[in-house]
């Protein structure tokens, strides 16, 4: 299971250097900070942010030795090669074992999870942007491939070790790998969501950044697993969506538009959060109506009908105005918004509304 909160079973303070137990005993050493032991490993509050740890702690050294002796018998020289680079400090030998991988998983049980300790040991320790990037991709394609805490390990990395100074190509790497397991994202990104929402004890500029994070990893995905996210998020039983602020909701709800998918994605589920949170931020409102506008729907007059509700205050109906001029609209409500204005002029004849008015004219022409 790929959880946060929900899953919490305990938690407990830990000072320096103290031990952290993961649910299959496993003993490990962790800075000061708080924890918690879940079904997914232990998570654990430190100055630097939360991290999660996998459900099996592994050391690669020994995975190493494990794969090593093993090999004579049932590993063949492919595995106990790709082992040997990856624990290399070379970001050649990083990236080369980890194009490797992505082109040809291994298909025995045993291989794939000493690759898959080889893989994160490296990422732990490189700081080569090229090789992470290789190494993430890699991580993907074995969590693709079966190994169960691939992916969880993967995305949570990333979110610890995650900032402004993060290389493109590495976060990007990050979005891929997540696309690669079916229901991962929708599963690790609401979970690091409910860290952020509901777990008073944790520092708010933690909490704050967790959610951005969330963001921008869905700001990154392109797949139908991004709308298997939002769909859970704006409609799931924790209602975990109307408890973040307006300018990130704004951004969320636009991200139905990055999604390239076939059969193609609809935006059912903005519709019914708007019914279930009615006289929300407009600004949310308006982003909601260009998503709508553009993604589609399966009721043809959903957009027409929020639009028409929009449309009656005369700042809303300026700003709409202003969004399909930018092509943030679709140009199918363009008659609607263009009454919408005349009548807010006869009534209200301001400057403003009379240039976008001309201006939505002129473009109609």
Known sequence: MIRGSSSVMRRWKSGPLAPRVDKTGVHSQSHPGYGWLNGAGARFQTKAGFFQTPRVVICFSAALLWATAASAQTTPLRAEALLQLLSEDAPASLREAAEAIQKNVPQDREQLIAISEGVKSALSTTRDAGAQRSL??????????????AAEWGFESMSVTHNAKTPPEVFEAHARALEMVPGAAKELMIGNV??????????????QRLKEFVTLTAEALKTRELAVFLDALLTGEEDLFVKIEAPLEIRLIACYQHVKADPPINADAVVTW????????????????????L??????????????????KPASALTITRRLLAGRIDRKLQ????????????HESTTELIIVLNELRQKRN
């Open 136 to 149: 993430r991709l890699a991580l993907g394609k074995l969590a693709a491939a079966g190994v169960e805490d």
């Open 194 to 207: 409910d860290v952020a929402l509901n777990f008073p004890d944790a520092d708010p500029k933690e909490r």
């Open 274 to 293: 708007l019914e279930n949170h009615p006289g929300g931020p407009p600004e949310v409102e308006i982003a909601a109506l260009e998503t709508i506008s």
């Open 295 to 312: 993604v589609g729907t399966t009721d043809p007059d959903a957009a027409t009908k929020l639009a028409t509700r929009l449309l009656q």
């Open 335 to 346: 008659s609607q918004i263009e009454a919408s204005l005349q009548s807010h002029i006869r």
